[in-house]
């Protein structure tokens, strides 16, 4: 068994917009009257989509609102979040990021991004970076299947990932343990593992002893991401099960 797909988060995998991040919320909350604490954003926030992040965060302080409403703030901080980032030069990215990228596609897998970002960051982003060519799918929390399903939970997007590559790759059949899945949260980490998925924690939002806890994956930076040993090993525990 070899990996035939790997998924990639855009925020806190590819982007290191965590500052930004918590700007935004924070001035979400000044603007409902409510006052933002330091660690909003790590409580509530992480590993969700705007959405989920806003619904949490304002809940968290009495404050219930409607779908809607909720709608509204998601836009006015992705209409926000855009114009930081076009203010910026470049991109702050995670290091070694464009290079690994470059590496992956050797490797003839069908490489997508499944995030709770929104389609007009996500967008950008990839605009900006000249990177969407190396993207095969795009999973983005304006995806029809996640809108119709996040009413009160967050859906598992790897799931929904699997279905689509599924369905514009017929040919690969892919299971859950051929995708290998890069994260830097629990949430995610959590979700890609429900369904049997590879997962390598990167440690770009908890120390990596604390990811290890987590996963059997784990590394400080993507440079350190071994696709080879993975299918190497992979194989190998194969050939045991099959023994």
């Not at 990215?93 to 997508?112: A, D, H, N, P, R």
């Not at 987590?214 to 400080?220: A, E, I, L, Y």
Request: proline share 3%; with cysteine.
């Amino acid at each position: 068994m070899s990996l035939s797909a790997v998924l990639f988060d855009v925020k806190g995998v590819i982007i290191d917009d965590q500052e930004i991040q918590q700007e935004l919320i924070a001035d979400i909350l000044l603007r409902e009257n409510l006052r933002p604490e330091t660690d909003d954003f790590q409580n509530f926030c992480v590993g969700k989509s705007d959405r989920q992040a806003l619904r949490d965060v304002l809940k968290s302080r009495g404050r219930i609102v409607t779908a809607d409403y909720l709608d509204k703030l998601s836009q006015e901080k992705t209409t926000a979040y855009l114009q930081k980032l076009s203010q910026l030069e470049n991109l702050p990215l995670y290091s070694g990021f464009l290079e690994f990228l470059t590496k992956l596609q050797e490797q003839e897998v069908v490489i997508g991004l499944v995030t709770g970002t929104s389609q007009q960051e996500t967008e950008f982003i990839l605009r900006k970076l000249a990177i969407a060519n190396f993207f095969s799918i795009l999973i983005t929390a304006d995806n029809p299947e996640i809108v119709s399903q996040a009413v009160d939970l967050e859906p598992n997007y790897y799931e929904i990932a699997l279905k689509i590559i599924n369905q514009q790759f017929a040919h690969l059949n892919l299971q859950p343990q051929e995708c290998l899945v890069i994260e830097s949260t629990y949430p995610k980490i959590t979700a890609a593992q429900q369904l049997g998925m590879q997962v390598v924690g990167i440690s770009h939002q908890y120390p990596l002893h604390m990811l290890q806890r987590k996963t059997g994956w784990t590394v400080d930076y993507l440079a350190d991401i071994d696709i080879d040993r993975i299918n190497q090993v992979l194989n190998q525990q194969q050939l045991t099960q099959q023994s």
